[in-house]
Each structure stands twice: as C-alpha cells, then as structure tokens.
C-alpha cells in the first residue's frame, strides 16, 4: 500500500537509555529506529520528527498538544497517517486532547509507546510501534487511537490501568476499536469517526481542576480557593453513580454556588473504572443538579479535563459542547 505516514517522536519510555546514575532518560529518534531494521522494508513512505528535546511524558502538557497538533495539522495534505510516539503515564491525556482538537480530521493519528525501552530485552516497543505503523497504514481507524500491546483503543475512551503489564491501556466502557490476532482486525462493531466540517481548535486551552472527593471532604476543601485561582473548569470524581460528600448548604455547597454563579463549569465523573455518572439517581447526588453540575456519564477522567480544556476556550456555548458526545468518548 503506497500510503505515506509520519512518524512524530515526544520521548517516553519507548526511546529511553538508563543514565549513569541508573535512571531512565530520553534519547535520541536515530538511536530508536537504529532497533527497528523492519522500517526499511514496510512498504509504505515513512517519515520521521522528532521534539526538538524528547520528552518525558509527565512533562506533557498543553503547550506540547498544540504542538503535536500543529505538527498534524501543517503535514495533513503530504500524509495520509501519523503515527504519535509517547511515554505512557499521560499518553490517555495526549490521544483525548487530540481528539477533541483535530475532531473531524478524518486521517488516522496512532499514539503508542512501551512500558519497556526498545534497547533492553524483553522490549514491547518494537511490537507496539510497527502495529500503530500497520494501523496507520490500513487507513480505517480514521481517528485519534491508542494502540497498546494487541489492542487498538479510542483515544478519548483510553485510561491507563497497569504500571508495568504490556496490557497497561484499557477503554473500561467501550470495546476496542480492533486486536491482533494473526492479523489486526478491525470491530465490526465500531463505527469510526469520519471526516466531518473539521475545524482545528487551538484557541489555547482553559485552565481546569480535578477535585477528587473523599470522605471527610468538609474538614479541609474550601471551594473558594479554586475561584482566586482562576479556574474556568472543575472535574469532581465522584463516588459510585454521584454521590458526594456535602448537602445543600453547608460550607463546600455555598462554595461551589459561588463558583457557579461566576460561570465556573463544572462536570462529575466517577471514580470507578466501569459505569457512568447518573446525577439525581440516589438523595446524596441531587445537591450537584442544584449546582448545575454536568454528568460526565460514562467518560474517562483524561477525557472530561481535556474536553473541557478545548471546549471552553474554543467554543461559543462550552456547556452545550460537554454535553454531547463529540468524538465518541461516552
């Protein structure tokens, strides 16, 4: 297949050397693909970029999304296919914030990376990245995706579950979108984002909090705190379906009522790995209807704080936006 693919290397594990002092660094993108002599028979155009500084991925932020994005945006009419090289502890954050961001692009862009470096034995890098290359190539999942070990998972329904395991991604409500078994094969069951009225949101993005809740929360949380910080977004991990910690009037609720009333945006999503938020469903959930809190329903974590990060600063009416699934993330 003559299609043309460019390879964008961040840093991460996946081009890591121990250092002397014995911790893992970045290195270079010609020292990694020095490991992967298959790149020259792949049959396909493959192109490599590289950060200028490869990147631990804890050092991922909005700045380096943009850039990413940027990076797709500016090579979209030369590839058919990019394929993103990532670190694995906020690669979930990276492939939904991309998701939001390139929305509509309808090219695939294939995040991968290893939880061992490609120069040690025993790697799963070079299995991981000649697979995100072959589904890259395929040309069918025509949108943003993670692919990990035998699985290709949706970029905005992704979730890192395992510190070591080569099955360190799942998307807990939602099937892969393909697996490996002889071949990849692609879920007949998923229906792929298309090529769709694309508008690249760079705007910048908005400052969001996560405010995970735990019991004996009105011993410390003081929501005011969060309004001198100019925040213009707060993510609640809920317990269960919703069910929070506070009751209307008390001291965490009039706080938050502040914040609402400044048109601070505010989303609950839970904090088990499976189900979806169902505000209203038990007494001790209702107060968040009273704060105008929105249900994140079934959506990751990475996903709620990055869609809310690209819909307020790049959308007319952001709560409409949050609402609605977007790109397939619930």
Not at 206 to 234: D, M, R, T
Not at 277 to 284: C, D, F, P, R, S
Request: proline residues 4%; hydrophobic residues 40%.
């Amino acid at each position: 297949m003559n299609s043309s693919i460019l390879v964008i290397y961040t840093g991460g594990t996946i081009g890591m050397v121990k250092s002397e002092n014995g911790s893992y660094v970045p290195f270079s993108l010609e020292s990694l693909t020095s490991y992967m002599p298959d790149l020259k028979t792949f049959g396909s155009e493959v192109k490599l970029l590289s950060f200028e500084e490869p990147l631990d991925s804890s050092h991922v932020g909005h700045a380096e999304w943009q850039q990413i994005a940027k990076i797709i945006i500016e090579n979209n009419e030369a590839f058919d296919a990019f394929v993103v090289l990532h670190g694995t502890d906020t690669m979930a954050y990276t492939s939904s914030a991309l998701g939001f961001m390139l929305q509509g692009l309808g090219k695939p862009v294939v995040l991968t990376g290893s939880q061992i470096p490609i120069s040690e034995e025993g790697t799963d890098a070079i299995d991981n990245f000649m697979n995100a290359l072959k589904v890259a190539r395929d040309g069918i999942a025509t949108e943003v995706c993670v692919w990990f070990n035998k699985m290709l998972l949706r970029g905005v329904a992704c979730t890192k579950v395992d510190t070591a395991s080569f099955d360190g991604f799942q998307s807990p409500n939602q099937e892969p979108l393909a697996f490996l078994e002889k071949e990849i094969k692609y879920n007949k069951n998923v229906k792929f984002q298309s090529n769709s009225d694309f508008e690249f949101k760079t705007n910048s993005l908005s400052n969001v909090a996560v405010v995970p809740l735990i019991p004996g929360l009105e011993s410390w949380f003081n929501p005011l705190h969060l309004l001198e910080s100019n925040v213009q977004g707060i993510v609640f991990k809920v317990f269960g379906s919703g069910t929070v910690p506070f009751k209307e009037g008390d001291v965490i609720f009039e706080g938050l009522k502040k914040l609402q009333e400044k048109d601070v945006i505010m989303m609950a999503v839970s904090q088990c790995l499976k189900g979806e938020v169902e505000i209203g469903k038990y007494e001790a959930s209702s107060v968040l209807n009273n704060l105008g809190v929105i249900s994140g329903k079934s959506i990751t974590t990475e996903s709620a704080v990055t869609k809310m990060m690209v819909g307020i600063a790049n959308v007319e009416n952001p709560k409409d936006y949050l609402l609605q699934n977007q790109v397939g993330e619930f």
